[in-house]
Each structure stands twice: as C-alpha cells, then as structure tokens.
C-alpha cells in the first residue's frame, strides 16, 4: 500500500471498532437488502398468471435480476477500494427503493424485466459490507465476523421466499414490492446514522482499480478456482430454486405461493449454521472444507433426484443444497480475502460476479429443463453444475497442491 493508505489505517478513528452491535447491524443489512434478489422466486408462477406467460418466460424474471446483480457488482463494489462506504451504501440503498417501485408497478413482461435487471444493480450492498467487515475484523477472527455477517445474508436469501409467498399469497406479488421499497428506504436512513465512516484502503482511480481487477484474475489462481466453484455452486442452487414453484403447483402436491415460500424456512438450518462454518474456516483448512460441502451439495441432489416424489425428500435435499452452497462460499470468501488484503472489494467484486453469472446461468437451464424434460431433468442438470464444480475443486488441489 502507498504512505497516504497506511497514514489512513493508523488514524482510524475508534468508532471504527468492530462491535457485536455494529456486526449485527451489518447482519440484518445484510439479510434485509440480498432478499430483493430473491423475492421472486416463489412468486414466479402468480407473475405469470399476471402476465399471461409461460414457465420460461417468468424464470427469465429470475435470471435478469441476477444478472443485474452480477453488473452492479462490476461497476459498484469495487469502488469500496476507493471511497468511503457509508455514503457508498446509503446512495445504493435509494436507488434500489426506486428500482422495488418499479417492480411493484410493472404492467408488462419487457418493464419487469428490465426493472428486475435495476434491482439486481442497485442490491450490491451486501457486497460493499461483507469486505468492510473483514477489513475492520481482526485477522485471527476474521472467519468468525465473515460468517456472523454471512448468516443475516443468508437468513435474508431463505426467509425472503417465505415472507414473499406468504405477502404474495394473501395480497398479490405487487404488495411483496411495496413491502420491500419501504424496508430499503427505512434501512437508507438507519446506516447513515449508525454505520461508521470508512477508510479506503488503496489510493487508486476508478479505472486503475478496473484494470487491476484484470490483475487479479491473471496473478490468482485460488480466486479464479473459487470463484469458478463459487458460480457453478450457485448455478445448482437457482437451477432448484427457480424451478420449485412450478413443480410443486402440480401433481402430486398442487402448492401455492404460500407453501412454496416455506420451504425457505427449511434452509434456516444451512444458515444458521454461517457462523460455525467461519469459525471453522479459522481453524481448519477453509480450501479442504470447500471439498467437503461441495459433497454435500452431491448428495442434495440425490435427494431430489430419488425422493422428490415426497415432501420429505425435498426438505432434506433443501436442508443439505443450503449448506453445502454456503457453507463452500464462506469458505471461499474467507481465502480470497487473506489473498491481497488491500483489495478485498475487488477479489470480492470477481468472486461474487461469477457467482452470480452462474446463478444467473443455472436460472435459464433450470427453466429450460423444466420445460423439455420436467423434474428429473432440472435435478440432472444442477447435479451436473456441481460435478463440475468439483472437478474444478479437484484440479486447482492436484496443480497447486490446495
């Protein structure tokens, strides 16, 4: 880091101090915020009853918002590098309101798509705080913060399905939006009261900072074996959940809206288990812990390839897709961000890009397998992303040794 940076991190002030109350704040953020992304999942058949549209036409609701996320990540949390985050976070947190509102009022299938790509732009809060937390965490806890803000992220990511087919059910799709602009716009004004001023940590421009995130990709292989992982995890992970509604709105369970969103709560399991997952990733081998859940995300899929026939089946394979798929990118985030500390909202912004890109990927395969070839093919094709994703895994160990 150049003098001015390291002048910057020695006169810190003390409100910068981690405390647990601040770490929660950054938690329900957290949850609060990536739930925009997902609200539509379990909500996806009622749009189309709206709209008039097919199964694949509604998924792609899905995979715009995602890759809105994955766009917002490029161009907004790298700047976390160079600008002070607070005022970062409030502007974003405007402008997703703005963006729910245009959800909200969508009168065709063209308006909603292109207001689900401004909400996955403006919903990179998430991915402005995580790197803040690891930066103002001390590194012998560092996993620990990681997975503590990591579970209200992940809380936000199950519980919006069930809050979104509960709200949706009993008072339409449009009101779930509503709901959602007001909490962005409560949440604005809260932060700027209550999260402390930052310190950028390299003194770069906007476009040196975009040119070094090329930099990274080329001079990290750990970051682009994690983040391949990442994406193709998160790939499986779309692909059920995109295709959840209308499997289950048919034969044999004929479910609503409202069934559907609590399967969400299932999931809680995976997420509550974040924190115990960082803590792990402090004391063991986080590169040797992604193996490990990427197996888990196997056997999920298992689950729903044999017993998807019976509500059972698919409350244990949800239980194991959540944390498997969380579990593995707690630990990817906690190597990446040892890699170069000073650019933590740049390794984070490759990360969760390719994250993304792969949900976003595994929305339109889900919809089309779905489609052509109905359950068993949607449970084919996330269980081949994750093979994939293990033989990437496998590779990266055999080449560099982990």
Known sequence: MTNKVTEIEMNKPKGQILTKRLVLLMSITCGLAVANLYYNQPLLADMGWTFHANSHQVGNISMFTQIGYAIGMFLFVPLGDMRERRQLITILLAAVTTSLVGVATAQTLLWIYVAS?????TTVVPQVIIPLAAQMAEPKERGKVIGSVMSGLLFGV????????????????????WVAAVLMLAL????????????PEANLTYRQVLKSIGELIITQPTLREASLVGGLLFGSFSVFWTSLAFYLEGAPFNFGSEVTGLFGLVGVVGAAAAPLVGRLADRFSPKSMVG????????????FGLFGSVIWGIVVGVILLDLGVQGAQISNQTRIYSLVPEARSRLNTVFMVTYFLGGSLGSTLGSYAWNL?????VCLTGGMMIVLGF???????LKYKG
């Open 188 to 199: 604005a004004l809260i932060l700027k009261q209550f999260l402390p001023k930052s310190y």
């Open 373 to 377: 070839w109905q359950w068993q093919g």
């Open 117 to 121: 790509v401004a909400v996955g732009i």
């Open 292 to 303: 490990m859940f990427i197996i888990i995300t196997v056997v999920s899929y298992l689950f």
């Open 158 to 177: 199950l519980l919006a399905r069930t809050v979104a087919g509960l709200i949706g059910g009993n008072f339409g799709w449009r009101i779930m939006y």
């Open 391 to 397: 033989i990437v895994w496998a590779i990266h160990q």
